[in-house]
């Protein structure tokens, strides 16, 4: 019987790396061309002191793991729920199964055909356990959250000798500001290698990704494409302004499209800094059969479809109708001539911040990005 060529590749490597001074690279530059981050991943648990041949001793978990991950985890949880059962059946028939981790690779979550007979499968399939890097080496778990990519790893590809039984694809989890805020991971127990499952797992991440983009409360949804596609297709970008146009969600691709966006894990990003229109005329869009041509601040154009959330979805009601932001709008121009003139002093008053303040003066004026 001949020996597996995949399982003889990863023993090679390992051989390079984990017992000896040599490179991944050097040792199989065409079979390994593409698992650079394995070498990192493996690298990293040397350079905690692990070796391989250790026993791997899971945590305990406490009593009170699923009550805990709820409260702590509510909205990722509620976002993936859909998505990691749909997952689940998917892979069911070849004996694979879900996991759901928060940023730190800790079990919020699990669901699929878990044998629990089987302790190798369930010792990780507990809410509560750590299954990061720095816990149990060289996984999916810990190296999609590594490295912030999309992997797959079969059997010895694992750091450890014990944990050499699984075969596990995983991927990052985005929140709506860019942050990293978990991983979606789909493992089997001594099972046929399906690399597939990296592309599988990682649209369903893009699926949570944007579930819980569409759970912040906003005023308008945008689905965004090039120019020459349609938005709002499967998988699309997507972001989420408030009343006031200022972005308070996005989903990755829409991260890729308008790399400004990137801002959002560090402060707000407003509609004006994206596109090179008076924001307004977006909420005008609402509800029109064709997307809009909409100019960049790059001199590029995108299609862009705009809608308000149902009546029935969770948030605030879509934007105010010309009369209230009308009044609005008179009430800060009352308050600004109450201050002199002084916007830093209107705005304290109003409750409101500086750049609102301006962008209000500035839309009155027809101007499209805010001065000042």
Partial sequence: MHADPRLQQIELARRAVLHGSGSVTDALVQAWYDRAWLERSWRRCLAQGHRPEQHVAFDMVPSNARQHAAEAHRGLLSAARPELERLARAVAPIRYFAILTDAHGTVIDTTGAIDRRDPRADVI??????????????????????????????????????????????????????RCVGMLDLTGVEVAERPELKHLV????????????????????????????????????????????????SNGAAREMLPHLHGLAHGPVHASDLFA?????????????????????????????????????????????????????????????????????????LGLSRATVYRRLAATRGGGRPQG
């Fill in 125 to 178: 399939a507990r809410v509560g356990v750590d299954l990061s890097e720095r816990s149990v080496g060289t996984s999916a778990i810990g190296a999609a959250l590594g490295e912030l990519q999309p992997v797959w790893l079969h059997r010895g590809e694992h750091f450890f000798q014990d944990t050499s039984v699984y075969s596990c694809a995983g991927a990052p989890l985005f929140g709506p500001n860019g």
């Fill in 202 to 249: 990682a649209r369903s991440a893009r699926a949570i990704e944007a579930a819980l983009a569409l759970a912040v409360p906003h005023a308008l949804q945008l689905d965004l494409a090039w120019a020459d596609s349609l938005p709002g297709d499967e998988q699309g970008a997507l972001l989420c302004l408030d009343a006031d146009g200022a972005v308070v969600s």
């Fill in 277 to 349: 229109l008076p924001w307004q005329h977006l909420f005008d869009q609402a509800g029109r059969a064709e997307p809009a041509q909409v100019p960049l601040w790059s001199g590029l154009r995108l299609a862009v479809r705009a809608r308000r959330p149902r009546a029935d979805a969770p948030g605030p009601a879509s934007p105010s109708r010309p009369p209230l932001k009308a009044l609005e709008t008179e009430l800060i121009h009352q308050a600004v001539r109450e201050a002199g003139g002084n916007v830093d002093a209107a705005a304290r008053t």
